[in-house]
């Protein structure tokens, strides 16, 4: 059980797959987790869906809280910060959720002796199947970045990167779920069009990228390995194989994350 107050600042997509990934842990009580969002009516349906403590203000839940989760979007999230600085413990610790938003600028509106995290999670997240990056700064001690993972982990799973890493990171796990729902819905199309029922599609796409995952996870082999399991020889798969390596689709999966890579790293400097 973790004896920390929690709170959030923000209450969208994101904060809400970290308070429901942590009630529904056990991890912590309900009733340590403070949101505030600025539409009232977020607050209200996040207090009352999950026994949390929706905060009156910014400030209020500032003066509160153990751990601060900002889950603001990047382009609001150093003013919000910046307003609340002076309302933090001394001893609690950030944890910023921003795409783009570098330990040095936070340090800069929240002060260089507080203790930050920059994290990076993504949307599985709301399926307890998130896969998040944590960043401490240097006066982030290690039990306490043990306590952030274990945050990330009651949804998923999580791991510590060096902040160069996290251009790496937006690429492969952050914005990645984008590109395998563009894949599952191709997958999806070439089934409607051979016949079958579109929900059914999806269904068998979902299914079957799921279960590709989890052997990658579970059986230790190289991904070419298990897709040489598939390849019959004379069969099907092999056919689907060599036009997937004629049209480029792995050059295309390269290319694309190589832009956003470039997108994530152009944000960081803005
Ligand atoms: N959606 C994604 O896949 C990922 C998002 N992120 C990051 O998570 C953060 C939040 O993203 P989402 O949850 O998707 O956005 P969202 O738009 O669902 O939630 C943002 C919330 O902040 C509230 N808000 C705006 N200004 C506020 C203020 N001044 N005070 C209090 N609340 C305020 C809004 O009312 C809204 O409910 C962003 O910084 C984004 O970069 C990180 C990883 C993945
Ligand atoms: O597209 C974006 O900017 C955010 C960052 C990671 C996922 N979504």
């Known amino acids: 059980m973790l004896a920390k107050k929690i709170g959030f600042i923000g209450g969208g997509n994101m904060a809400k797959a970290i308070i429901g990934g942590l009630v529904n842990s056990g991890k912590i009580a309900p009733s340590d987790i403070f949101v505030y969002d600025r539409k009232a009516d977020t607050n209200q349906a996040l207090a009352e869906q999950y026994g949390i403590n929706a905060a009156e203000s910014a400030d209020a839940l500032a003066r509160e809280v153990d751990i601060l989760f900002g889950a603001v979007k990047p382009n609001v999230i150093l003013k919000v910060l910046k307003e609340l600085a002076g309302s933090l413990k001394k001893e609690a610790l950030v944890v ?10 936070l340090s800069s509106v929240l002060g260089y002796d507080r203790k930050i995290v920059r994290a990076m999670p993504n949307t599985p997240s709301l399926v307890s199947e998130g896969m998040t990056s944590v960043t401490p700064n240097a006066l982030v001690e290690s039990a306490e970045t043990d306590e952030v993972v274990a945050i990330f982990e009651s949804f998923g799973k999580a791991a510590v990167v060096d902040e160069y890493l996290i251009h790496s990171v937006v690429g492969v796990s952050g914005s990645a779920p984008a590109y395998v729902f563009m894949f599952i819905e191709a997958m999806a199309d070439a089934a409607v069009a051979g016949g079958m029922p579109r929900a059914q599609a999806y269904q068998f796409a979902a299914q079957t990228v799921k279960g590709a995952a989890q052997m990658v ?7 070419a390995e298990l897709k040489d399991m598939v390849c019959s020889p004379g069969g099907t798969t092999i056919e689907a194989v060599k036009v997937l390596e004629e049209k480029g689709m792995r050059s295309a999966v390269i290319e694309a994350m190589q832009q956003c890579m470039a997108k994530s790293e ?5």
């Open 217 to 223: 996870l579970t059986t230790g082999k190289h991904p």
């Open 96 to 105: 910023s959720i921003a795409a783009g938003v570098t330990l040095d600028s």
């Open 266 to 270: 152009k944000l960081s400097r803005s």
